[in-house]
Nanobody, 125 residues
């Protein structure tokens, strides 16, 4: 069982930056790939970024490439999402999720077994 708690959301102006954090419980954090998803109002939850257990391999949605960076600190049981050059269309609730699968590309919500409660990000124009 893994419990995930996100933090770091808030209101930011377009062009600004935010760093989201996701703290995980449990002693097997490094065995999970971690993902970030987001859900805008009235829309489905979509994939943003993924990082494998070692932290060496990452994968991004096209919307995140070049602006967002996913990283993890296995000693702290935490995964991060650094978001730069934010746009109003990045406004959403951001969720972290844990996946026992080890493939690099797993972007569907059903790939992930555990989810956090989400943190809200609002980007004003």
């Amino acid at each position: 069982q893994v419990q995930l708690v996100e933090s770091g959301g808030g209101l930011v102006q377009a062009g600004g930056s935010l760093r989201l954090s996701c703290a995980a419980s449990g002693r097997t954090f490094s065995s999970y790939a971690m993902g970030w998803f987001r859900q805008a109002p009235g829309k489905e939850r979509v994939f943003v970024a993924r990082i494998l257990g070692s932290g060496m391999i990452t994968y991004y949605a096209d919307s995140a490439k070049g602006r967002f960076t996913i990283s993890r600190d296995n000693a702290k049981n935490t995964v991060y999402l650094e978001m730069d050059s934010l746009k109003p269309e990045d406004t959403a609730v951001y969720y972290c999720a844990a996946d026992q699968g080890s493939a690099t590309i797993r972007t569907r919500t059903y790939h992930y077994e555990y989810w956090g409660q989400g943190t809200e990000v609002t980007v004003s124009s």
